[in-house]
């Protein structure tokens, strides 16, 4: 029998990035904002607050203290305009830090470059400098038009929010700088102005794929004066969706080429490791790096807490942490009591509501004023409601908001206290931007990480040099993926003529891939070049934030209203029959999922629960690429095929996680291609570590669940985007096998991450099996939330045997790191 453990949509190829609204006044970094007046409490004091009594100090399992720095200043280079520098000193800003300075050199010089420094280090201002002054000299030409800039945000609100910032920072400028945004929700007449008179054009990679490339004769006269293209929040572009928009700019670049233009990429980033590299992948490009942050910072304690266990038992009688959602809404609760300005943030909408509700019910229970300094922020606000409540936060009129990461990207925040984190984000880099939420104005500010009931978490409050002695995650995207690559390839024939000299462009996998679009009939060979030769858009043949196949459409059942869509791929675990789904802060219960017509029909429910799908997956090899001996043991990388089966649903009580039930679903099974990491042990192995027959199957499915908990440790991931399946005797390999795989087609570079890691990674699993304090196996070492096998077999102990035995003859370049 097979264990299992299956992405979020085979769901989905990297379903759309939950990283919506965001909002950015001008661009500014600590000790270009103005100070907050106030005493304000040391992080230590508050922190010594929070954890007072026995039940609470024990919660601590490790603190950590980052020292404040100062700030070092530079001068803007001599060729920014004088004009442009005016402007900024308007703006309240007399020097830049000296990152902002280098950056915008390398920009005059014509080099590509990634600014990767900390958050509120005004990486916005570095690009801006540079842009506003070429727009500035670009509009003396006899057109007025002699330079242009593209900016790539990945949300609509935040080229939006992005927008209002230039607009207020250039407003000295007058028209030289004519800033417009241009996307879905631009109107037809807003468009023609646009592409005829903008020279800064606000944007997303979907309207860039959409609409700007396929009509590039429209905006021929923009793209031929493209002087820079901005891409902000560069880390964002991972997985499938990275390597869609890779490709994305390669068309891009192709195009400009058309008109005699050569744009330099400008990428702002969040602190990551390798950001050339990943800013290379991501753009084709050289790019140069600036990663030493020059801005100051105020002193930051970090606690990582651990939430009690209760006396709940879950499956299997395992023992229940209490949730991070009433841990965080408790200690928010606290805080606001101190007068302490707190965001928590929290992964869903409608978790962020829960802190927010149940907080405000504690602190009526204190004093009755005190419930609407408490709110929640989310995605789907209108651009004023969000202002209303930061001026609420700035002002103190606000002392709490539970957010969900709509407040992640850059929203000025400055002023806060402290930052709680309900679960960790699933990277270092998104820890490190929420946890920079707070200090802004450059004082002192606590940080909490309050562990979800899950392995990586548990891990990682008792690991904490895993989050402090390591450096932030490299950017996973693979632009080869085939799957992601051929529609891009048809896209761009239908933009030019693909020539044999546009391949270089496009990288090795593009020629073996021509012959397979033309046998198909998408492209016809015609003299030296490929053509597109059906009527219908190429751009259409791909949704780069997803995978393919008709969208799943969400409708009202009671009223006909459309609320949305969800990938094909994703309608199996996300709108079955009896799902609870969420959309803009409203939850509906899934009456009906109707495949045929692909309509999922949902009705307003208030349910005190939530649902998790459950699945049974094989799994079969189609091809090795690479094997690599672990003495007796053998570590492989290449592509299988995935079949899986959604066949139930748990309820969960929102509050304390608990199974409230499980129902069974009637739905066909998927396959998908893929690519995926696996292992293989022998049987004198499995005598070596004394696992018998009886537990080896218990044995496997627990390694394979942690492995899976443990991997976006070491690569961008989410649990939800990898699957699982441990077989006792699998018939491709004649072995006992654990199998990692992308929940996309194609792959994502996560089991690729994996197996270049699988030393680091698999002594991580195992010392998070081996520190968790349950005796049999519990959701925070080896029990999996989505399971199909109900969590049936696992065998803590023998899991540990087997990873130890698995690990003793591990090759140097897979070893153990540190």
Known sequence: MAFNHLPAGMHDALSPLSITPVTHSVPMAPNQLPRHAGARPSPRSVLDRLSAGPSRTTRITHTEHLPPRTGSHADWPARIRPEVIAAIRMAGIDRPWRHQARTAEHALDGESVVVATGTASGKSLAYLAPVLSALLTGSEAPNGRGATALYLAPTKALAADQRRAVAELARPLGSGVRAAVYDGDTPVEEREWVRQYANYALTNPDMLHRSILPAHSRWASFLRALKYVVIDECHTYRGVFGSHVAQVLRRLRRVCARYGSSPVFLLASATAAEPAAAATRLTGLPVLEITEDNSPRGELVFALWEPPLTELHGEQGAPVRRTATAETAELLTDLAVQGVRTVAFVRSRRGAELVALIAQERLAAVDRSLPGRVAAYRGGYLPEERRA????????????????????????????????????????????????????????????????DDPLDTYLVHHPEALFQQPVESTVLDPDNPYVLAPHLCAAAAELPLTEADLTLFGPAAAPLLPQLVARKLLRRRTNAWHWTRRERAADLTDIRGQGGA??????SATG????????????????????????????LVERLDLEDD?????????????????????????????????????????????????????????????LGETKLDLPPRTLRTRAVWWTVTEDQLDDATIHPETLGGALHAAEHASIGMLPLFATCDRWDIGGVSVPLHPDTGLPTVFVYDGQPGGAGFAERAFHTAGAWLTATQQAIASCECDAGCPSCIQSPKCGNGNEPLNKRAAIRLLGELLKQAPPETAPEG
């Open 389 to 452: 409540l930061e001026r609420a936060l700035h002002s103190g009129e606000l002392l709490g908001l539970a957010a969900t990461t709509a407040l992640e990207l850059g929203v000025d925040v400055s002023g806060l206290d402290a930052v709680l984190i309900a679960g960790y984000p699933g990277t270092r880099a998104s820890l490190w931007q929420q946890a920079g939420r707070a200090g802004r104005s450059g004082q002192g500010a606590l940080a909490v990480l309050i562990a979800r």
């Open 599 to 659: 309509v999922a029909l949902v009705a307003s429910a208030n349910p005190p629960y939530s649902t998790t799908a459950r699945d049974t997956t094989a799994i079969s090899i189609l091809e090795t690429d690479t094997e690599i001996p672990w003495g007796r043991a053998r570590l492989c990388f290449g592509s299988v095929e995935v079949t899986n089966q959604v066949v139930s649903f748990l309820r969960r009580k929102l509050i304390t996680g608990e199974v």
């Open 551 to 556: 969208p799943v459409q969400i409708v009202e």
């Open 561 to 588: 209203r459309l609320l949305g869509t969800v990938d094909a791929a994703a309608a199996h675990t996300t709108v079955h029959d009896g799902a609870v789904h969420l959309h803009q802060g409203r939850t509906y």
